[in-house]
């Protein structure tokens, strides 16, 4: 079966993560992946850090979502990370040591932390961003 390539689509489940299983031996194009609000979300599968063509990763409202993969660090085209409303309390090293262009949308509290850790000035409200 020829299946489309997946360059350019948006993928937006609402109840589970699917699996980026290789199609035809290759990994699935996305370049923006929405899973805000997804309620049974926990754990981010680490397969997700081989999706090198995601650029926008939408986290937002996964409340049960406490943590981020080590490897997310290994998608260097990564340009936007939304963590708001969930339970992630600290970003991995390898995020941090991405390329500048990265920007980390979170809560106030997390944001100040890697501010003040990354010499970064910026000036948001309750729900802000930071620009890597």
């Known amino acids: 079966m020829n299946l489309p ?3 350019g689509y948006t993928l937006t489940p609402r109840i589970a993560i699917p699996n ?5 031996n290759r990994t699935p194009n996305y370049v923006t992946m929405v899973l805000t ?15 090198k063509c995601l650029k926008h990763f939408y986290l937002g ?3 049960r979502v406490k943590e981020l993969p080590e490897e997310l660090g290994h998608l260097e085209g990564l340009e936007e990370l939304d963590i708001r409303g969930t339970c992630i309390n600290h970003l991995p090293r390898s995020v941090l040591l991405l390329k500048k262009g990265l920007r980390i949308v979170g809560s106030m509290e997390l944001l100040e932390l890697y501010k003040s850790l990354l010499e970064i000035t910026t000036d948001f409200g309750t729900h802000g961003y930071i620009d890597l």
């Open 37 to 51: 609000e997804c309620i049974v979300l926990r754990d981010i599968p680490n397969n997700i850090c081989t999706m």
């Open 5 to 7: 390539p997946r360059t």
């Open 20 to 24: 980026p299983v290789p199609v035809q």
């Open 61 to 63: 409202y996964c409340k």
